[in-house]
């Protein structure tokens, strides 16, 4: 915040849903010639869909096939599922969470380190 953009760019976010806020962020980069955006990381990665009509990648791969940088998750939801089995104790919670990768989630297997 109001630091010139020049260099190496990260861009921090919380989650990527739609993928509309870190277009919009990527926009304002690309316009600072002396910038350059190098990648994302993310703190969850929902390994869901995108949101475009019958977009079978995740909105993270979208980003990074039309940017060409990387997207990097902290923690991706399948990370957050496999602890609660192995932790035990949240069994609602992890239906809820079955329900909705299989409603919402990508068909392929999640990517390394996600």
Known sequence: MGAPLVGRIVIIDDVLT???AIREAISIIASHPDAKL???VQLVDRQERGAREGETRSTVQE???EFGV???PVLG???LMA???KSGGRE???GEMRVYEEKYGVREEPRAGG
Do not use: H
């Open 63 to 65: 980003v990074e096939d």
């Open 18 to 20: 739609s993928g509309k």
């Open 83 to 85: 602890y609660l089995e």
């Open 77 to 79: 939801m399948s990370d």
């Open 38 to 40: 190098v990648g994302i």
């Open 92 to 94: 609602k919670e992890l």
């Open 70 to 72: 990387p997207v990097e």
